[in-house]
């Protein structure tokens, strides 16, 4: 590739593998760098060693990694919440174990793990999350450990309206079955006109309350006297949202786990991004999202680790590990795990190895030049493999 002026003195990173995503992998390859840590080129070591100062790698050179859906505030009560029998009985043990122990409320307990959880994301390579918050307390310390974020200012509000967002965060609903139509609709109102995000079809129960107001939703609902207003509504959750006229382009559906064909191809029609969070899924219900149909439909997928409460961990190559497994296709998958969730969340500098993005690299440690697939690699060994973070 042509290489395009940059400011100060360079780097040429060189590697057995450079994957740019948004181009073919390249077998010893580099990467030029200038001291802001914009891409100046891309391509074969032997056409630009002499660009800079070089440093080689031992590894697969690729883009740092977007997280478009997180809970930092959460990262306290990593693995203190078992699951596997659905998301009512994890959300009631959820809500007891904060009842049970008000000292998890502490707020310095708090910002410790969020700190440490932050830090942890950042050495791993991941550079810009969208962090959906509550309390509000935590987003400092995303940009604090480097990181681009979207600040998701998430609402419960099953009657009236939800309080206003902070400055700097966009307000957003966590479910059609904790906010009423008000609210819904003020929320999306004070985003722009749509929801910025919301979770979807999570459980197989958001959809038996949304339709017959029934299942095991429906029953936690009513120990906590929290029905939202207008609320049941005979539709499934999409096609609920979008007789609402709330979703569109832009829109975060997170997780999508329970949808049938035909609310993955209303959320396509409608520009929306799929976030799947397959190991938050597997541990809340033991269930996959159906990654071969949201595919055929044509949605754009970014992913997401959802929070330490649900997840081993915020590294969303754990979310490909998972997904490649199960026989996704690694290369889309990558493209998930850095473009397409740098678009999702409005970062069009990041997600690609291109000349005049800024999008941090990330070496995943190898011990084989010989390596014949580094996105199979990538997709199966990155979560585990020695990571460093080159810029
Ligand atoms: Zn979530």
């Known amino acids: 590739m042509t290489p395009v002026s940059g400011a100060g003195r360079a780097t040429v990173h060189l590697a057995p593998w450079v994957v740019p995503i948004a181009a073919a992998p390249i077998r010893d390859g580099a990467v030029v760098l200038d001291n802001r840590g914009v891409v100046t080129a891309v391509g074969r070591a032997t056409h630009l060693r002499t660009l800079g100062e070089v440093r080689e790698h031992q590894a697969v050179l690729l883009p740092g990694l977007v997280n478009a859906h997180a809970h930092l505030e959460l990262s306290h009560l990593a693995g203190r919440v078992p699951g596997g029998d659905g998301l009512a009985a994890w959300i009631r043990r959820l809500l007891a174990l904060r009842d049970s122990e008000p000292e998890l409320n502490n707020l310095s307990q708090v910002i410790d793990s969020a700190r440490a959880a932050a830090l942890a994301m950042a050495a791993r390579g991941t550079v810009a999350v969208a962090d959906v918050t509550n309390g509000g307390q935590v987003a ?39 906010c009423g139509v008000p609210s819904l609709r ?30 095991p939703l429906a029953d936690l609902l009513d120990e906590r006297n929290a029905r939202p207003e207008g609320t049941p509504c005979g539709l499934r959750p999409v096609a609920w949202l979008d007789a609402l006229q709330l979703i569109g382009p832009g829109t975060l559906l997170v997780h999508l786990t329970c949808a049938d064909d035909a609310s993955l191809a209303l959320a396509a029609r409608l520009g929306a991004t799929a976030v799947l969070c397959p190991r938050s899924n597997l541990h809340i219900s033991d269930r996959l999202p159906p990654v071969a149909r949201i595919r055929a439909a044509g ?60 999008p941090g690299l990330l070496a995943l440690g190898i011990n084989e030049r010989s390596l014949e697939n580094p996105v199979a690699f990538i997709a199966h060994e990155g979560a585990s493999a020695p990571a460093t973070r080159l810029a």
Do not use: M
């Open 186 to 215: 003020a929320l999306a109102a004070a985003a722009g006109g749509r929801l910025a995000s919301i979770h979807v079809e999570e459980d197989p129960a958001e959809a038996a309350y949304l339709l017959e107001g029934r299942g």
């Open 299 to 358: 949605l754009r997928v970014a992913l997401g680790t959802d929070s330490l409460a649900s997840s081993p961990s915020l590294d969303v190559l754990g979310e490909v590990a998972t997904l490649a497994k199960a026989g996704a296709d690694p290369a889309w998958l990558l493209n998930a795990a850095t473009l397409d969730g740098a678009h999702a969340l409005g970062f069009r500098h990041l997600g690609a190895l291109q000349p005049g993005l800024r």
């Open 140 to 178: 400092g310390l995303l940009l604090e450990a480097g990181l681009d974020v979207l600040v998701l200012d998430e609402r419960i509000a099953p009657r009236g309206l939800p309080a206003p967002s902070r400055p700097g965060a966009i307000p957003t609903a966590h479910a059609t079955y904790t």
